[in-house]
């Protein structure tokens, strides 16, 4: 019986949706475990073979953990909302609802067609209203809460207003504007209007005016890293700096927590550092410097202090300059006359630079404002500059610099020639000596004789005695924006009285009872286009926007939509329960899931997805809703399957293309060319002819009568045509061989190229498998025979490999032992039930449809999925025999194999009486026998 991939695998996945073998229960009396992969985005290019990759491990680890006795939640979603759809829409005059509809249909195709255990009937999507009524409704409870500092955590706002009522916020200043002051009696004396204001700088979810990357091409505002040399990353589209308002996350309460507890989390050490770097900790001083002419001491006139934060104060000896952001509020009001012109120019030149392009930079650049600020101790005069390498966001927008301290303020002086004071000498001139906690200082008066610590707790001293500085910790995290100003998202469910935002069931809102509810449903619109002064799509429906109250008062809807990342911040907890129409889940389901046991994605979700997930997580802990408070207990990054890129090298200003080997005869335009109608490196040229109209003429220099393309390694991707559709890897050669395959491509968490000749391989293992239980010419052969020893050892030993990888990750030495173990029991002649049977079960996480069919074949009721996963035996898989050198004089002349016990006499009786070591004796007596227990044996003559 031959091995018909394509009618097996199609059986088998009839037969999973027939019998919904994968329908995942809330109540077992199991123990849990709640697999879970990063869903994906669907776009109109749909799956290719490196997608996959983390859905495969996750997959087999699922399908293992079921096996292993567990109720196993593995569910699948889309994250359909966000710009991408917008943009395609627009591009091929489609809604953004029709080509997203479309696309997940594309992408459930593709994920069957590789045989995934996904329970279907808990997907999610992100661009449902049924979800994002919920989305919508954590956002609600962001709004109407506080993070109270002494308790840290997240608290109903009403907590805080009876706070205000008794004391006003002297024991908690707001985060938002800690110059905010008030008693209880001034808070009560605060009308509605102004009461909000206050509440507003210390709402989780709170509204600000900010100033961000518009683009009027694209209708909304970017990220940062998603602007590239002035202008937008998708599209190339010009961006400029615009102020607007925006909803902000209050992510930066969260910070401490969210340091704190990494700890707890089974994530890799590299994961946990990127997100300790993100939030930035770092304790110091917040240290104000007067402009010059000095102002004296204990005036409080904001406009005459330049506020810098420091993490070294006792450097404060060796500054020599001052450097603000080009944006900072202070840079109009403290320039002179004279430098008017050239800041301004700079100032225009940072503009057009987005955060990203700012940091990666080395050319140095500035500008000096012409003023000075006062050293506060020896009262020299210091320069004030400005430059791209300060940012506002960062700190206080501005720095003291330290050239004999910092190579970053070396080289800034360098170039400008600022001059350098030494006072340190070698102290602080590079970054070794910086870092030396145990350094004394010996060169300054005040300091002098002391270490680092010491130094930097007096010179702190001093400054909070003459009341310019304070001790201070800081963070580089930000609050996160919550604001996009396109369509293709989550409405907010806020109105605004005048100015005064409003959620819509607020009672100061007013609303009529029916445009209360929840979801806000977002309108369906054909135009895309933004609305006036930088307002999103939304704002260009007048009978949306406008509504009006119980009062007869005309209010306005936000006209913002949610980011892409809000959906993505919780939809784990939405599979837990996502038919309940209730709430967002049950307090029942959310217990018994409590957290993803095991989360898999890619690293660039590092420091947003994740961060955001576990602040939503931590807030919906605080509020009572959840019983944990970190979402992933333990994370997996995949690496990525790079693409085999392939390159024709055309003469330049012709049509004629050389082989590889002659192209450095030539000057030649690099080219990339579809991979698929390249056989390895040897071009089809034929099909090169016909695949563009440009190329119907072109000639070929050949060598040996072919062209060999040129060969790139990078990351898979449409404009390199280095794209391979996993369905026509599936069409040629079965899923079960592509699941391997990708495994066996090496370690999960390591980047590796594709290459699809090396499939040929794990095909032909499969088909080896295959023939373990049929011949292709007489049929099934499986017998009832009882295994011998060789045989049970092989299973034993594989069984007990296979569970140590797959508990470890390690799958890609998991399918190398599948290999040995076939390829030993094909030795054996082996095709026993005994044996056989436990290894159908041990390959099923990894090669479901073959597993289930040969599990039939067997004669066994029912899915294999459901089977327990085999266990080994220690009897079979420990070494009782040793193959043992035997040497005549120290020199190795046989190999015998004995027992681990056996006994030292017979073992001598045996070595002597073998017929090589008759032949090298010749006759002779030993004069003494050596056996040393699981080593060696020697024989002296």
């Not at 706070?163 to 008693?183: H, I, M, R, V, Y």
């Not at 994961?271 to 304790?283: A, D, F, T, V």
């Not at 999925?865 to 035997?886: D, G, L, M, R």
Request: with cysteine.
């Amino acid at each position: 019986m031959e091995y018909n991939f394509q009618q097996i695998e199609k059986a088998a996945k009839e037969f999973w949706q027939e019998q919904q073998v994968y329908k995942v229960s809330n109540e077992s009396s199991k123990p849990k475990y709640y697999v879970l992969d990063m869903f994906p985005y669907p776009s109109g290019a749909g799956l290719h073979v490196g997608h996959p990759l983390g859905y495969i491990a996750s997959d087999i680890f699922a399908r293992y953990k079921v096996m292993k006795g567990f109720n196993v939640l593995h569910p699948m979603g889309f994250d359909a909302f966000g710009l991408p759809a917008e943009q395609y829409a627009l591009e091929t005059g489609q809604h953004p609802a029709v080509t997203t509809e479309k696309n997940i249909a594309r992408y459930k195709e593709q994920l069957n067609n590789i045989g995934f255990n996904y329970d279907w009937t808990r997907e999610v999507r992100t661009s449902d209203a049924k979800y994002y009524k919920w989305t919508q409704w954590i956002f609600v409870q962001l709004f109407q809460s506080w993070f109270n500092r002494k308790t840290q955590k997240a608290e109903k706002i009403e907590s805080l207003m009876e706070l205000f009522n008794k004391e006003g916020n002297a024991s908690n200043p707001a985060p938002g504007d800690d110059t905010l002051s008030f008693t209880a009696e001034e808070w009560n004396l605060k009308n509605e209007a102004e009461q909000r204001a206050v509440l507003m700088q210390y709402r989780l979810a709170y509204l600000d005016h900010a100033e961000v990357w518009w683009c009027e091409a694209l209708g909304t505002v970017l990220a940062n890293d998603e602007v590239v040399n002035g202008v937008s990353e998708r599209g190339g589209y010009p961006v400029e700096k615009k102020k607007l308002s925006q909803w902000f996350l209050r992510i930066t309460e969260f910070a401490d927590r969210l340091i704190d507890s990494l700890n707890n989390l089974e994530w890799s050490e590299a994961m946990k550092e990127m997100q300790r770097n993100w939030i930035g900790k770092s304790e110091g001083a917040s240290v104000k410097f007067h402009l010059s002419p000095a102002i004296s001491k204990g005036e409080e006139d904001a406009s005459g202090v330049i506020e810098v934060f420091t993490t070294r104060p006792d450097t404060i000896f060796g500054v020599d300059f001052m450097v603000l952001a080009p944006e900072h509020e202070l840079v109009n009001e403290i320039t002179t006359a004279a430098q008017q012109a050239e800041v301004e120019k700079y100032v225009a030149y940072v503009k057009s630079r987005s955060e990203r392009e700012r940091q990666a930079e080395k050319k140095i650049s500035g500008c000096f404002t012409g003023a000075y600020v006062v050293h506060p101790f020896t009262g020299k005069e210091i320069p004030v500059w400005i430059s791209e390498y300060v940012l506002a966001g960062y700190g206080t927008g501005s720095i003291m610099a330290v050239p004999a301290g910092d190579d970053r303020d070396h080289a800034f002086a360098k170039h400008f020639n600022i001059p350098v004071t030494n006072i340190f000498g070698d102290l602080y001139n590079g970054e070794a000596a910086v870092s030396d906690k145990n350094v004394t200082i010996q060169n300054s008066e005040f300091i002098s004789g002391l270490s680092v610590k010491e130094a930097a707790a007096k010179v702190l001293a001093a400054l909070e005695e003459i009341g310019i500085g304070t001790r201070k910790i800081n963070y580089r995290l930000r609050d996160a924006g919550f604001s996009r100003q396109r369509y293709w998202g989550e409405p907010f469910p806020v109105v605004y009285k005048g100015n005064v935002p409003y959620i819509i069931n607020e009672a100061g809102a007013n609303l009529p009872e029916a445009m209360q509810q929840l979801p806000l449903e977002l309108p369906h619109v054909e135009n895309y286009k933004p609305g006036p002064e930088g307002e999103g799509p939304l704002a260009n429906i007048a009978d949306w926007v406008m509504v009006t109250n119980n009062d007869g008062e005309i209010l306005k809807r936000e006209t913002n939509t949610m980011p892409g990342y809000a959906g993505s911040s919780w939809y784990f907890l939405r599979y837990m329960d996502n038919g309940n129409e209730e709430t967002f889940a049950s307090q029942n389901a959310t217990d018994y899931w409590n957290q993803v046991d095991l989360y898999i994605g890619g690293t660039e979700h590092a420091v947003g997805h994740l961060l955001y997930s576990r602040m939503w997580t931590k807030a919906l802990s605080d509020l009572g809703f959840l019983s944990f408070d970190e979402p992933f207990k333990r994370l997996v990054n995949q690496g990525m399957i790079g693409g085999s890129s392939r390159l024709v090298y055309r003469i330049s200003g012709t049509n004629k293309f050389v082989s590889a080997g002659l192209k450095d005869n030539y000057t030649c335009d690099e080219i990339h060319v579809d991979v698929n109608i390249v056989d390895g490196v040897q071009l089809d040229i034929e099909r090169f002819r016909q695949w563009r109209e440009e190329y119907a003429n072109a000639e070929f220099l050949l060598e040996d009568g072919k062209y060999i393309c040129g060969s790139l390694l990078e990351k898979m991707s449409k404009r390199y045509y280095n794209v391979v559709n996993p369905d026509d890897v599936v069409a040629e050669y079965g899923a079960d061989t592509f699941r391997m395959y990708e495994m066996f491509l090496g370690p999960i968490d390591v980047s590796k190229p594709w290459d699809t000749k090396g499939i040929e391989g794990v095909h032909r293992f499969i088909k080896k498998f295959w023939r373990l239980f049929n011949d292709e010419q007489t049929g099934w052969k499986v017998t009832d025979e009882t295994p011998i020893d060789a045989e049970l050892k092989v299973l034993h030993k594989t069984i007990q490999k296979i569970e140590s990888d797959t508990e470890r990750f390690s799958f890609n030495t998991a399918v190398s032992q599948f290999m040995i173990c076939v390829n030993d029991l094909m030795d054996l002649k082996c095709n026993k039930r005994a044996i056989l049977e436990p290894l159908v079960q041990l390959i099923c996480p990894y090669a479901p449809h073959i597993a289930e069919e040969l599990w039939k074949q067997l004669g066994n009721e029912g899915s294999i999925i459901h089977a327990p996963f085999p266990q080994w035996e220690s009897k079979y898989t420990v070494e009782n025999t040793k193959v043992y050198p035997v040497a005549i004089n120290g020199k190795s002349r046989t190999e015998l194999e004995f027992d681990l016990d056996a006994d030292p006499a017979f073992v001598e009786k045996e070595v002597l009486a073998n017929p090589v070591i008759l032949k090298w004796l010749d006759g002779k007596e030993p004069k003494k026998f050596i056996y040393v227990k699981g080593r060696m044996i020697n024989v002296v003559i």
